[in-house]
């Protein structure tokens, strides 16, 4: 078994969708990024390389202007992250993630971003918790600035 661990952050911008663990949560401004800046798959993603020894996200796929990643919906990125662990030899086991965001509140949307990151990781839900905590408006979370996750993979050999 391998672990790995993963931190991302993005700023929030106006008149932009906010992705969050791959579903579209309602929400007056978006995080700003190279791909659609779903800060939770990001961390989740160099996690997952992480514990594999397979350097980061951005060395995988960089946000070199115009290139094929802008704009790139950040599940694209986590199934291919998932084929590349597959190819290596390792699945996941489980992962925790953490989100620290002010606004919006995002518990209710907890289940929905767990089922879609199931299907995309291989595993049942149960293997795939995601926490939202805030900072109490201490820091740039705390002045609504931006969002920042974390997340904790377990990796095993596949049988």
Request: with cysteine.
């Amino acid at each position: 078994m391998r672990i790995g661990f993963g931190y991302d952050v993005h700023q929030y911008t106006p008149n932009r969708p906010l992705w969050l663990g791959g579903i579209e949560v309602p929400s007056p401004k978006g995080l700003l990024g190279h791909s659609d800046a779903d800060v939770l798959i990001h961390a989740l993603c160099d996690a997952l390389l992480g514990a594999a020894g397979m350097r980061d996200i951005g060395y995988h796929f960089p946000d070199t202007p115009g290139n094929e990643y802008q704009g790139i919906d950040s599940k694209i990125l986590l199934a291919r992250v998932v084929e590349m662990l597959h190819d290596k030899g390792y699945r996941l086991g489980n992962c925790d993630i953490t989100v620290c965001a002010q606004t919006p509140k995002l518990n209710p949307y907890i289940p929905q971003m767990q089922a879609c990151l199931s299907q995309l990781l291989q595993v049942t839900t149960d293997c795939v918790s995601i926490k939202a905590t805030t900072t109490e408006h201490l820091g740039f979370v705390g002045r609504e600035e931006g969002m920042s996750a974390y997340a904790v993979v377990l990796i095993q050999p596949i049988d």
